[in-house]
């Protein structure tokens, strides 16, 4: 299961990471609108007519993080077309079948190019035969490409999340179980103080006292979520401080900065691996339920959590599955984490190693 898990994280990362190169609408946040076909079932197809040209972006970080410009991408659905030496001719897609013809000279798409010129490259590039293979939301948008970007935001959240809380988590609860006494008390008191409030509304709070937005999800979510690492940290300093081999550390003067980085922290890994692979977990769902709270990523940016808030009011018409495809990726990531963060721990339980020898 745990294997499982860890395939499901790796295929995940590579669908967000690689971004708009493997999406089917590579347009930025694959925001690409086409409202004639609106809320189509998946495995719907038909004729995309980009009569001002492909998205296109000559940064290649950002077209690999965002996708590509949202200027000069205008489309339009076809259900049949023609073109001759002078003109286009084309019927829009109606999702009642009935579609008036409408006829355009080539000169006003492409007026830099000859009539032939113009006529092989609309048929060549600019119109394109797309499938839409989760069908499409109520704006007419690819709900898979609209799928693959959220998992990036998903994921984002969640890295950044985990390394706000696992940096401020193990710095005091490392000071705390290290050093003891009136430090320990404070930071104790503090963590206890923490920990009393619960998660989702601190989240709110701290959103909302920085406003909203994609990276204030970062920092509202790591914020919440250090106080278990603390806690857990704090318990293995207190334990391991004790041990012999750190006793003879101190009697041979090593400093206090050594003993905890080179010989403390280092024994305390296991557990915050294990950790971190909750609160990963616990982070996307954190940022799929802000997002649908409206107080997360903002529209027109493709969270998973605005997805659902969108189409949930379909749940109950043919048009379920615009919130049931985001529903089940969610539940895919989260359960991935859990079960590989089990794997962990049961891969670095010294009862389970003894047992296995």
Not at 231 to 246: A, T
Not at 304 to 320: C, N, R
């Amino acid at each position: 299961m745990a294997l499982a898990g860890l395939i499901v994280i790796v295929l995940a990362s590579i669908i967000g990471v690689w971004g708009s190169n493997i999406r089917p609408d590579s347009s930025k946040d694959s925001n690409q609108m086409c409202l004639n076909i609106a809320r189509q079932k998946p495995g719907f197809s038909c004729f995309l007519f980009y009569s001002q040209g492909l998205p296109k972006t000559s940064n290649f970080f950002k077209k690999l993080f965002l996708g590509g410009d949202e200027t000069g991408t205008k489309v339009l659905a076809v259900s049949a077309f023609s073109v001759d030496s002078e003109n286009i001719t084309y019927s829009e897609f109606h999702p009642s079948g009935i579609a008036l013809e409408k006829k355009e000279p080539l000169k006003n798409i492409l007026p830099l190019l000859s009539a032939a010129d113009a006529k092989t490259k609309i048929e060549n590039e600019l119109i394109v035969k797309k499938t839409f293979w989760l069908g499409t939301d109520r704006f007419g948008r690819d709900l898979l490409s609209r799928i693959m970007a959220g998992i990036l935001i998903s994921l984002s959240v969640g890295f950044i999340a985990v390394f706000i809380s696992l940096l401020i988590g193990i710095s005091l609860g490392a000071f705390a179980g290290y050093y003891g006494g009136k430090i320990d008390a404070l930071i104790s008191w503090f963590i206890n103080v923490i920990w009393a409030i619960p998660t989702l509304l601190l989240v709110i709070a701290i959103t909302l006292l920085l406003g909203k937005g994609f990276w204030q999800v970062f920092v509202a979510v790591g914020c919440s979520m250090w106080v278990e690492v603390a806690r857990m940290v704090r318990g293995q300093f207190l334990s391991i401080k004790e041990k012999e081999y750190i006793q003879a550390a101190k009697l041979l003067g090593l400093s206090d900065t050594k003993i905890i980085f080179k010989h403390i922290l280092p024994n305390t890994f296991g557990p915050i691996i294990v950790i971190a692979a909750s609160n990963f977990a616990n982070a996307i769902l954190l940022e799929a339920g802000l997002s649908f709270l409206g107080i997360g990523a903002q529209p027109p940016m493709p969270s998973l959590g605005t997805i659902i808030k969108d189409h949930y009011g379909y749940i109950t018409m043919d048009a379920s599955f615009l919130a049931i495809f985001p529903g089940i990726t969610i539940m895919l990531l989260v359960l991935a984490f859990v079960m590989t963060g089990n794997g962990i721990r049961d891969a670095l339980d010294v009862k389970q190693i003894s047992k296995s020898i």
